[in-house]
Structures are given as C-alpha cells and as structure tokens.
C-alpha cells in the first residue's frame, strides 16, 4: 500500500461505520482504555515508578495537557511555549485554597480554571497581536516569570512550596488514594474525553474554521471577515482553560506543589507530545502524549536524559517527518501545502 | 526601597554600562539572524551559554589555571585575556554553525511554514542546554580569577573597576569592528542585500545558504564575545544562565528595533541600566520580571522598537 498511513486506515473504518457502530466502537475503546491500571503485572509494569501513579500522571495528565496545547499550537498554529503557566496557576489555585479554605478539589476546580482562562486573556491581549515567533517568545517568558513570581512572593510559600494539599473527596465508589491512584486515572480520562468531545464540536463549527484559516493564512482570514483576533483569544483561553483543570487535578494528586516543578521544560515537553504525534490531529496528539509521558518511566537511560532526547524528537520530527506519527486529514494538509509558503 | 537606588546611584549606573555592553554584543547576534531569516534565533541564548565554557576551557585546561592560582600581570596576563576571548568566540561560532545547519538548514530548503522551524529551533535549543547540564552534572561551574577586580578610580563615588571598564572599551571595539563589517565589506554587503530582498539577493548572485550560514557565524562571534565579558566579571557559569541573558538580549535588541544593528547597541545599554536600577529599587529576585515586563510593553506600544521596522506589520 502506497503511503499507508494509520490516520487514514482509522479514519477509513470509522466513516464506513454507521451510528450504532460508532458507539460500539467508543464506549468499548473507552472501556478497555479504562481497564489500563490493571494491568500493572504485564509488560507495560514500570520499574522506576508505581505504575497506576505513572498512568496518572505523567501519561494522562500529559495527553490532557497536549490535548489542550494542540487547541493554540495545532488549531490555530500560534506557538505558545508558556504552556506551563497554566498549569502552575491551576496548581496553586488548588493548593492555596485547598489549605485556606474549606473548598474541596471540585469546587475549586471552576476557580483553577478561571483564573487560568482570566491570565490567557491578560497574556493574550498584549500578545495575540504579535507575529508567530513574538508570540513565542514573549510567552516563553511568561511562563518563566509565573515561575518567578511563585518563588518569590508569600502566599506561595517561595521555593518550600505547598504541601498537605488536600486530595478530593471520594466520588461515589471512586476513592481516592496515594497508594491507589486508579480514582485519578479515571477522572483524568473523563477530562479527557470532555477535552476531546469539546475540540470535536468545536473544530467543525464556526470556531473550528476561524482557526483553521487563521493558522493557514491569518491576513487572507482577517480579509476574509473573520474575526482573528477573537478566535485567536478564543483558543489561547480554552488552552489554558484545559491546563488550569490538569494543575488543580495535579496540585490535589501530587499533595505537594513547588516552583520548581513548573520549569519551562514541562512547555517543552507538552510540545514535544503534540508534535511527535502529529500538530493538529486529536489522535496523534494522544498517541503522542502517551508514548513521551509513559517511555521515560519505562526505560532508564531516556528517564535520565529525557530532555535531550525530547529535543532531539522536536529537531529530528520536524525535518523529517513534520506532520508526526499520526498527520491530520489529507484534506486538511493539502490546503497546509498550498499556504504553506506564506 | 529608593535609599540604595539614590545613594549609589553613579556605581550602578557604571555596572548598568558595563552590563549592557554584554547585552548589546548578545543582543546582535539575535538582530544579524533576525535580519536575514525574519526569524528569531531560539538558540542564541544557548550559543552564549555555550560561549561561556569557551572562556573557562581556555583558563583552565589551556593554561592549567585554578582556582588558587596567583592572577598573572603583564603580557601573561593579556594573553591569557586573548586566547579565552577567541576561545569564547570559537566556541559560540561554531555552536550558532551548528544551530543554522541541524535547525535550520533543511526546513528552509523544503520551504516549510515558520512554526516548523520554530519548533526545530527550540529542539535544538534543549538539546544545546541539556548536553551542557549532562557535560556538567547540573552544578555551577566557577571560572578562576584572570583579572584582578582592581579599583582604578573613584567618580562621583562610584569606584570604576578594571574588569569592568576592559568590558566597556573592548566589547564597544567589537561592536564597532562588526558593524563596520557589515556595513563596508563585501560579505557585509550581501547579508544586507539578503535582509532587504531575498529574491532580489538570489537573483543577483549572491549565495543565500553562504551569506545565512556567515550571519549565523558574525552573530556567534558577537554572542561569544558577550560570554567572554561574562564570565570575566561575574567568574561563573552554569547550564542554565542562557535563559535569562537570552531574555535580557532580546529584549534589547526588540527595544532598539530587531534587525536594526545600531538599535541593538541603544537597546543594550538602555536595557543593562533599566536591569541594574530594577535590581537596586525592587530587589534582584525581580530582575527577569523587569525585563520581561518591559518586553511585553515595547511589543504592545512600540513594536517596531526605537530604531526599527514594524513587526506586526510582516506577519508570517
């Protein structure tokens, strides 16, 4: 078969298939995906962590977290290296209500994403105005200065960080334990496929075409009457929407947060899922998250090194195969091709 | 909160020149390749990272210095000073070579959209800084003293010190010599035939991938020259320092219009003394919060900086 390639072969079965189909399909993918921290004694067991506590975080909390990024990078192609920010305030906003306050981890999800979507607003006003490579720039140094500013200031506790963070209250017959993180894997799967549900809605609607033409041709998009700068804010905000709800649901997990854990090389890595998968297509950037998250836990050598080989991933995915693992629908790279000289 | 600001006001101001001079050497070499590719150089804060452990390899493995080892005087000492200088300057060359060949090279022969090479930019960028946190197992690393930190005089009270007056007067040499380059010599003529039309460029003749592959080089060297200065008055680096450094120079060099060779010398200067009165006033700890700030505002009221084009206007 000439250029096989997976997207395609999936993309084939699901339009062949008809509705109940379908939904055989996803509930039964859903409830075998579901059923991963069980199978801890097979060969995906990781020798340097616990493996339901792996699956948590990084892998899920990873895909999460692309799938989020692929919203800015890979809808509507504005890069934004400061990713870590939102994380870092979704985090702290669990953690600082969490000890202050009486507010368990799901009321104080709302907050943590709010106040994530409220600084994207506050980034992006001065900043989705500018070209690609500012844009960059400007928000690799936000994402630094968050960093900064947590070290440095009070109620956040400086470089000791916060610790005792309260976990979430049981769900029904989910608990939620630190030596049985399966509760936790689950509702990040249910983030998840929120996650995937809205980009879903959102990419063949109005929004969804807005940033297509943006990322494609932004002036031929503002000529065309479409509204760039809105929509621009529009995909910043639901980025960081997404990653505020992965640090409060990681501020609440991990008990204990600190500055150092929001380096600007969690952005890099986050990056680095979304473009080994594939920029812009929701099941690349899965299988991106899941193998960049879950390789370093299962093989030492890259564990030690794993931002060295994440560039490398970056550098070499980019010059020799930069749609990724899984590239988007032909249709969609076609009209890339054409614009992409602009 | 102003006390320290007022009293020493004339001593900060030197260490702000003195500061900004390296910036300004940093600051080029983001607005050479900037001028040429319409591209920022993701990677130029790495190469002067790596231009600082130019210097220290030079002092230490070349002329076995250490840490205990008496400062030589006299025409020791300024060869010494020369061979870490060029070291320094080899180092970041060949690294910004390195970054312009892996990175860049082959996006730009395929003609790929810019959030391509961005992305490959920034790889390289991790991997520049990793290899270094490897090489040196995350630990700072101290350079021995070559200079002494004499006090030659006293001006206004602000004590004027040798390693920081040598940084002035040689780094403002520099600066003058590359863009007198660029300015009279062929090659110079050329990447400024690139940075206004490339296609014009192309067709006159003129080697594109030669010129890129220079400025990539002249922007290494004028990096590489800022690590040396750097490692001579502060006498330490670390994997890591690149970040902040590359920050500060880009800034300056968006302050002063980025591509704007001139601008980059203004911008440096204004931006070592704003970092070095920040410091006095808010406390050090806010220093990258300062500059950042001061990034956002230049990109949101002055884009085109204070000697330089519109960047909103270009879009990718």
């Known amino acids: 078969m000439k250029n096989f390639n997976l997207r395609d072969f999936g993309a084939k079965i699901w339009e062949r298939a008809n509705r109940p189909q379908r939904v055989a399909i996803a509930l039964s993918s859903i409830f075998l995906v579901s059923l991963l921290p069980f199978a801890g004694g097979s060969f995906l067991a990781t020798p340097i962590a616990a493996y339901d506590a792996v699956l948590v975080y990084p892998v899920a909390i990873f895909v999460l977290m692309s799938l989020g990024l692929n919203i800015v990078v890979g809808k509507s192609g504005m890069l934004d290296l400061g990713y870590v920010a939102f994380f870092a305030i979704g985090a702290y906003t669990m953690g600082f209500l969490g000890m202050h306050t009486s507010l368990n981890t799901w009321e104080i999800m709302p907050i943590g994403i709010g106040l994530a979507m409220f600084a994207g607003v506050l980034l992006g006003i001065p900043t989705l105005r500018l070209r690609g490579d500012y844009l960059a720039i400007v928000t690799l140094g936000f994402g630094e200065i968050i960093r900064i500013v947590a070290l440095n200031v009070s109620w956040t506790n400086g470089p000791n960080g916060i610790s005792g963070i309260p976990m979430p209250p049981d769900l029904g017959p989910i608990k939620f334990r630190l030596d049985d993180q399966k509760g936790f894997y689950w509702i990040v799967l249910v983030m998840i496929l929120l996650t995937i549900w809205m980009i879903r809605r959102l990419s063949v609607r109005r929004p969804g075409r807005a940033w297509e033409a943006i990322r494609q041709d932004e002036d031929a998009a503002e000529l065309m009457g479409v509204p760039t700068f809105k929509y621009k804010m529009w995909s910043f905000t639901l980025g960081a929407a997404v990653g505020g709800a992965a640090g409060v649901l990681y501020g609440s997990k991990n008990l204990f947060i600190a500055p150092e854990m929001f380096t600007l090389n969690v952005s890099i890595l986050i990056l680095a899922c979304v473009v080994f998968g594939g920029i812009g297509n929701i099941w690349g950037v899965i299988v991106g998250g899941v193998i960049l998250g879950y390789l370093p836990d299962r093989i030492r050598f890259i564990s030690d090194a794993r931002l060295l080989v994440f560039g490398l991933v970056l550098i070499v995915v980019m010059n020799f195969r930069p749609d990724g693992l899984l590239p988007r629908k032909k249709r969609e790279k076609a009209l890339v091709k054409k614009g992409a000289d602009a | ?316």
């Open chain 2, 1 to 316: 909160m102003f006390d320290v600001f007022i009293d020493q006001f004339w001593q900060l101001t030197f260490s702000g020149i003195s500061l900004g001079f390296i910036y300004v050497l940093i600051a080029l070499g983001y607005t050479m390749v900037y001028g040429v590719l319409r591209m920022i150089n993701f990677a130029n804060s790495e190469i002067f990272m790596w231009g600082t452990f130019g210097a220290i390899v030079a002092s230490r493995d070349l002329f076995k210095y250490n840490q205990t080892t008496e400062p030589a005087t006299g025409a020791k000492l300024a060869l010494v000073l020369v061979v870490q200088l060029v070291a320094s300057m080899a180092f970041a060359g060949l690294t910004a070579v390195l970054v312009e060949f892996v990175a860049y090279r082959r996006l730009r022969a395929r003609g790929t959209n810019r959030l391509a090479t961005l992305i490959s930019a920034i790889g390289m960028s991790m991997v520049l800084s990793e290899l270094m946190r490897i090489l040196t197992a995350s630990r700072p690393v101290g350079s021995p003293r070559i200079l002494e930190k004499v006090i030659l005089t006293e001006v206004w009270g602000a004590q004027i010190r040798l390693d920081t007056l040598i940084t002035i007067l040689a780094a403002g040499a520099i600066f003058i010599i590359l863009e007198r380059f660029v300015k009279l010599s062929r090659m110079g003529k050329a990447i400024r035939a690139v940075s206004m039309n490339e296609d014009a460029a192309k067709l006159m003749g003129i080697n594109l991938n030669r010129v890129i592959t220079v400025t990539f080089l002249v922007g290494g060297l004028a990096t590489g020259a800022a690590a040396f200065f750097y490692v001579t008055v502060y006498e330490y680096t670390k994997f890591n320092i690149g970040f902040t450094m590359g920050l500060a120079a880009f800034t300056a060099a968006v302050l002063g219009g980025i591509g704007n060779i001139r601008g980059a010398f203004f911008g440096g200067v204004a931006l070592g003394l704003a970092e070095v009165y920040a410091a006095a006033i808010l406390g050090t700890q806010w220093k990258s919060v300062t500059i950042f700030v001061i990034l956002v505002l230049v990109l949101l009221f002055k884009p085109s900086g204070l000697f330089g084009e519109a960047v909103t206007q270009t879009r990718a």
